[in-house]
């Protein structure tokens, strides 16, 4: 799922500063699965919001309200009456669901209430880590199912480099080494042979680097 | 002066000044720098040397400047933003200014998808602007982008590029602005063939005040035949060609297309000198260096003034 962190309550403050009429818009995707968005969060936003406006003499009025997806126009849909009765929308949903509130009706001012972090997966409960790049070609299985381009800090996919420490990462002893854990399973699997291989230059056209992406899928498209 | 290059020097005393422009070798081929530098010593104050332009390989930048500072030439070494995060382009900043390199031409540079290695990573780190802003705090304030102090601080003559033509028009001044305000003493356009554009954006440049603030040198660019100015009309992306540049061409015979195209080069230069906010003019003739020196004394710029 998409990962994400509340932004301070003082930074939400200051860019909603001068605007009267508030609604804070949940969603219940991936930010509800990792506790930053759903509608529960957008309860809590809210009442921090109306608590510290009021203390600050501001308009409270701060509405709430929770979305099925943001990232999907039917969704979005639901804002067409009530959109244009707000002096801001903050969206914590990811990154996605600001855009898509601000592509849909272009007089609002639509803010960002949390910071998209990572593709990731919860380890236990309370915390996440990241697991994914989205880099468009997979190529785990020749590294124990383990992303290197994610998970090492140089992203070396002819790791481990010398900064590899009891299993860490150089950049922090808190921080597993990929590599580490690539050489462990495959070893267990009887597989380390494969990793004497020199892997090339890999192809970045398909990751953010060849520019922004789209995918269309002509079965699916109506 | 705030590097008391050539280029810094002449602008300063208010002449009309020519820059040039020369792209390295897809090799180590010194000669073929020192020949093409050739064709334009005595005839510009400085030379734009390319940094992998069109995301293309090439000679690095610095090494190509270094070669043209050996043969008593003055260089604008271009930089952009696309292969190098800003520790590598602080170091080679560094590197450079400690080679005799005074004048830099900071760019974003264009995407790798259209290069010679399409497949590659792209930085960006800064952009364009930042940039800019980085060497500037070296330069006047004699620290890193950390605030930690420099061991040597660099002496430069900053450039940015302005492309007049790109959309949305209504924002081209606005980011001239933008770089003017993060450090660029001078500004090189795109290649101008849309003269009424350009007379639109100059007066709203002029409006602002910004050529107060930086000099600029309007871009020229020949056209050697109709086949290169259909094709920069067509596929060369923020390039505007209009119809009747090509309907000029096209109206005299194939062996004069060349002259005609020099010609219209010249008229063009003509005509900056007279603009205001026009302080000098880049003359890019691309794989076609032995032909600046027509253009330039066509019109009725050379001898270049000494200064000192």
């Given at each position: 799922m998409i990962v994400g962190d509340s932004k301070p309550l003082e930074e939400i403050l200051s860019m909603i500063e001068g605007r009267d009429k508030v609604l804070v818009l949940?969603?219940?995707?991936?930010?509800?699965?990792?506790?930053?968005?759903?509608?529960?969060?957008?309860?809590?936003?809210?009442?921090?919001?109306?608590?510290?406006?009021?203390?600050?003499?501001?308009p409270p009025t701060v509405e709430e309200m929770t979305l099925e997806r943001q990232c999907d126009p039917e969704y979005v849909e639901e804002l067409a009456d009530v959109a244009e009765n707000y002096d801001a929308i903050v969206s914590i949903a990811c990154g996605v669901g600001p855009q898509f509130v601000s592509e849909r009706f272009r007089d609002v001012a639509v803010f960002p209430g949390i910071n998209t972090t990572f593709i990731g997966g919860a380890l236990e409960h309370g915390v996440w880590a990241e697991r994914c790049q989205s880099c468009g070609n997979c190529l785990v299985h020749n590294f124990g199912g383990l992303c290197p381009i994610a998970r090492c800090s140089k992203s070396l996919m002819n790791g481990p480099c010398g900064g590899s420490a009891s299993g860490n990462c150089e950049i922090s002893p808190e921080v597993p080494c990929v590599w580490d854990q690539i050489v462990q399973k495959m070893s267990a699997m009887g597989r380390l042979e494969e990793l004497e291989q020199v892997w090339p230059n890999k192809n970045w056209l398909t990751a953010r680097d060849g520019g922004p992406r789209k995918r269309v899928r002509e079965d699916l498209k109506q | 002066m705030k590097a008391g290059s050539n280029l810094e020097k002449m602008l300063s005393a208010g002449h009309f000044a020519v820059t040039g422009e020369l792209g390295p070798p897809q090799g180590n081929n010194v000669e073929e720098v020192r020949h093409k530098a050739g064709f334009l010593k005595g005839i510009v104050e400085s030379v734009n040397i390319t940094d992998n332009q069109t995301a293309v390989v090439r000679m690095a930048?610095?090494?190509?400047?270094?070669?043209?500072i050996d043969e008593g030439?003055?260089?604008?070494?271009?930089?952009?933003?696309?292969?190098?995060?800003?520790?590598?382009?602080?170091?080679?900043?560094?590197?450079?200014?400690?080679?005799?390199?005074?004048?830099?031409?900071?760019?974003?540079?264009?995407?790798?998808?259209f290069g010679s290695h399409p497949e590659s990573k792209n930085v960006y780190d800064l952009d364009s602007v930042q940039l800019l802003a980085a060497f500037k705090k070296m330069r006047d304030e004699k620290k890193f982008l950390n605030d930690k102090d420099l061991d040597g601080a660099p002496e430069l003559f900053l450039g940015a590029a302005s492309n007049p033509f790109a959309d949305p028009f209504e924002f081209r001044v606005t980011r001239l602005a933008k770089k003017i305000a993060a450090g660029a003493d001078f500004v090189q356009t795109q290649c101008i063939y849309n003269m009424d554009k350009f007379r639109e954006f100059m007066k709203q440049t002029v409006d602002r005040g910004l050529h107060e603030k930086c000099y600029i040198l309007a871009g020229v660019t020949p056209m050697k035949s109709v086949g290169m100015a259909k094709y920069m009309a067509k596929f060369v992306p923020g390039m505007d060609v209009p119809e009747s540049v090509v309907k000029r061409l096209q109206g005299v015979d194939k062996k004069q297309q060349a002259a005609e195209g020099i010609k219209m080069a010249i008229e063009q230069i003509e005509e900056f000198k007279e603009m205001e906010g026009v302080a000098g003019v880049h003359v890019m003739a691309i794989e076609w260096e032995h032909r600046a020196k027509e253009i330039i004394e066509g019109a009725g710029l050379l001898p270049r003034p000494v200064v000192d």
């Open positions: 949940g969603c219940r995707g991936c930010v509800t699965v990792c506790n930053v968005g759903g509608e529960k969060e957008v309860g809590i936003l809210a009442s921090a919001l109306r608590i510290a406006r009021k203390k600050a003499g501001l | 930048s610095w090494a190509a400047c270094k070669i043209l030439l003055e260089p604008n070494y271009q930089m952009v933003c696309r292969d190098r995060n800003r520790l590598a382009l602080m170091a080679d900043i560094l590197g450079a200014t400690a080679l005799g390199i005074k004048n830099v031409l900071c760019l974003s540079g264009d995407h790798q998808r």
